[in-house]
């Protein structure tokens, strides 16, 4: 049996109606794969594990997987994890966010999982629209470009999440595409071996809402896009401002020893069972 | 021993086994975190103070999942943020416990000042046709006997329970003598009892209440805000979605007797009957002694249940009662519900206050006397 197929007969539900809801040509199958992949090589079991999401069409792919899943609110995923996590600190939790899930109605949860280091990898599907409702603008439409939402063109300027990230002070930040299928499982094994708050941003394309208003052609040419604009962080540094104008850096942006949140809360404990049993 | 009303919740909750709270600081339920950041953790618990209300009611929610007994407390302008997720725990069945400590609305309003103006808030303040369980206490014990029970309800029906105090039932100190540890019962949520390949995480039971299993405990299953059938998974069958609905409010519905709890004071022959909850109750009692002493015939029908409806109770006084009485720190809300439930038999009188201060006995006596 081929590899792929026995990883999806191990992870996938099979008591959960497939099609799945994704429109033919996304990028959120190959996010699914490697993070399949990805957790296989971890070797965790999947009971241990659990997967909890937001809302959007990247909140979907929880209940495809056999793990405990858990699909909750738009943009508190990371809250509803946290609270797993606190819980039951054995569990190797897992968030999926879309980038308005994150960064938009989430973001001041996401700053401050990524401040507290708690001990969650975020995985952030970014496509840079909000593809379920219809295609609006969403914090990271890069300036000057077309949504149901600016028709004209848009005049906020995007997010970097992946930045955003290092700066609030999580572990871990990583950037990859869909279109680097192989890094993306190394980035996400990376980034569940880590301790403490862990990020994977996924460029991806969403053809049927940003793609189709912006005139990108279809899932092929948006992917070839993510290719030609992508660039190694390593290779970067031997650049020039002027000629990183229109690329993103990819690859590990920081990987870092900080305190994890845990691990300070059961110092805590510790002390506090001093002081009261005193 | 001298206790004050957030203390009390906090040895109530500690009692029911609660070992997860989040939170975020709001006057005057701010000495609930303080009280469990100190405890908690010396239990082996978890308290976290999260960036808002709605982060706070989430990570009640996922820790409950998890398997711990998770409360959160706040006041109005907190209870607003956290209806999104409170409905998030009614559709997934997440046992949680939330203590909403009123103070004047609306907006940020009165922090320091009583008032009871989120009795309609706590029953439909979630988008949806929702069941809900809502408490309310009106002495110290009380407090803590209901924090016990909310826990319980929660664990029992899978639904939050919000506990309802006042800013005066909350700061106010009482002497109280405490249930020894015998006298409280704990209930726990029912786990499943078959093995993970047979369990049906929303199953309609004849009770309602399907089994609980918890995160990591070998039951791998789905946890949805979307509708979903018996298996977890979101469903857009009307065939699927009706029964699922309904058996959320048959869960609650077919089991008033164990939700409903008050006190009937000197009702039996009472031709006029306050009904009261909160720090009011304890006014209305004063005054209904008052004017037995007068010679009418004065009784209370005190809740501690305020949803689902006291209904029955209410129709109980109603066999003698030409006249219901009832005084509110709002602009009626629970007196709407009693005149449903009146059709027309008794009249009622709603004594109403909004300026931030106790309604007193001599309020409601006078009224009353002008009525009567």
């Known amino acids: ?278 | 021993m001298l206790l004050q009303g957030n203390e009390a919740v906090v040895k109530g909750a500690l009692r029911a086994g609660c070992r997860f709270f989040a939170g975020y600081p709001i006057t005057p339920a701010t000495e609930i975190s303080e009280i469990l950041s100190v405890k908690l953790p010396a239990l082996g618990g978890t308290f976290i103070q999260m960036e808002d209300e709605i982060a706070s009611m989430g990570a009640v929610i996922g820790a409950s999942l998890a398997g711990v007994k998770a409360m959160t407390a706040t006041s109005g302008p907190g209870f607003s943020l956290m209806q999104e997720n409170l409905g998030f725990a009614v559709i997934a069945e997440v046992p949680c416990v939330v203590v909403n400590v009123m103070r004047g609305g609306p907006s940020t309003g009165l922090p320091t000042y009583p008032a009871q103006g989120d009795v309609m808030q706590a029953r439909w303040g979630t988008h949806g046709d929702h069941p809900v369980i809502v408490l309310s206490a009106s002495t110290v014990r009380e407090c803590y006997l209901l924090t016990v029970k909310a826990f319980n309800l929660s664990e029992r029906f899978r639904n939050p329970v919000i506990l309802l105090l006042d800013e005066v039932v909350a700061h106010m100190r009482e002497k109280v003598a405490l249930p020894t540890e015998d006298e409280i019962q704990i209930v726990d949520r029912m786990k499943p009892k078959v093995p993970p390949e047979w369990y049906i995480p929303y199953e309609d039971t004849p009770s309602g209440v399907p089994a609980m299993a918890n995160f990591g405990e070998g039951y791998r299953y789905h946890v949805t805000g979307l509708t979903h059938d018996v298996r977890g998974f979101p469903t857009g069958r009307p065939d699927e979605i009706g029964p699922f609905i309904s058996r959320l409010f048959r869960k609650i519905s077919q089991n008033m007797s164990e939700i409903h709890i008050g006190e009937f004071y000197e009702t039996e022959d009472a031709d006029v009957v306050i009904i009261a909850y909160g720090c009011v109750a304890r006014s209305a009692k004063r005054a209904a002694r008052d004017l037995r002493e007068k010679g009418m015939k004065v009784g209370l029908l005190k809740m501690n249940t305020l949803w689902p409806f006291m209904r029955s109770a209410v129709e109980r006084v109603l066999e003698t009662a030409r006249m219901l009485v009832v005084p509110e720190m709002n602009m009626g809300q629970i007196s709407r519900e009693v005149k449903r439930v009146n059709q027309g038999k008794a009249s009622v009188i709603a004594v109403n206050k909004i300026d931030g201060t106790v309604i007193t006995p001599e309020e409601i006596t006078r009224r009353i006397m002008e009525e009567a």
């Open chain 1, 1 to 278: 049996m081929a590899e792929i197929t026995k990883l999806i007969h191990k992870y996938l539900r099979h008591d959960k109606k497939f099609p799945h809801v994704w429109c033919p040509g996304c990028g959120i199958g190959i996010m699914l794969g490697a993070l399949i992949r990805a957790i296989d090589r971890t070797g965790l079991e999947k009971d241990e594990v659990v997967l909890v999401s937001g809302i959007g069409c990247s909140g979907r792919l929880p209940v495809y997987v056999d793990f405990n899943t858990l699909h909750t609110t738009h943009g508190r995923a990371l809250t509803f994890a946290t609270g797993v996590k606190l819980a039951k600190p054995a569990l190797k939790v897992i968030v999926v966010m879309g980038d308005g899930d994150a960064v938009a109605i989430g973001g001041n949860h996401f700053i401050h999982a990524a401040r507290r280091n708690i001990d969650i990898t975020a995985i952030i599907l970014n496509n840079g629209i909000y593809g379920m409702t219809g295609g609006q603008y969403s914090p990271t439409t890069p300036y000057g470009m077309k949504s149901t939402t600016t028709s004209y063109a848009n005049i906020e300027h995007a997010f970097k999440i992946s930045e955003l990230a290092v700066t609030a002070g999580a572990s871990f930040v990583a950037r990859g595409t869909v279109y680097h299928a192989h890094q993306l499982d190394s980035l996400m094994e990376k980034a569940f071996r880590k301790q403490g708050f862990s990020v994977v941003e996924v460029i991806a394309h969403c053809h049927t809402q940003y793609g189709k208003l912006n005139r990108m052609g279809g899932p092929v040419s948006m992917l070839e896009w993510q290719r030609d604009h992508a660039l190694p962080v390593e290779k970067a540094a031997q650049m020039t401002a002027e000629s990183l104008a229109d690329k993103f850096l990819t690859g590990v942006l920081t990987d870092r020893q900080l305190p994890v949140y845990q691990d300070e809360y059961d110092r805590i404990r510790k002390r506090a069972s001093e002081a009261e049993g005193r």
